[in-house]
């Protein structure tokens, strides 16, 4: 009698996606070292090609594991965090884009705002 689990739908989605982050990497890097030996205009735009559609294929990854991954995973937490930084970095960038166009009182509430989301961001990363 077989024991063996099968993976989940939800497993198998995940796993599908990481597959073909790996793929697309092994493809960039095959790229990247033959531009890297033989240069050529070619070579380039293929290296940017691969490096474009690596990086789609790891942004389809993240969604994959956040949506259908189990939240007690490693996985899951590694990609929770990272887009919790991304966006709490995107947000300061904002804050401080726009810091000097309200009033003084305001001013020093988004300061107080953008030093606590880089307290957080400090804490995630050590996470």
Known sequence: MNTERLPTIAESIVTSRLLIVQSKRLLLASAA?????HGGDSLGKRSEHFRADAA???KSYQTAVLTWGQTTSHEFRIVAYTSLIVLAEKLIFELRGTIGAVAAGDRVEMATEVEVLEDLIKEWRQR
């Open 56 to 58: 789609r294929a790891h």
């Open 33 to 37: 070292r033959r531009f890297g030996l």
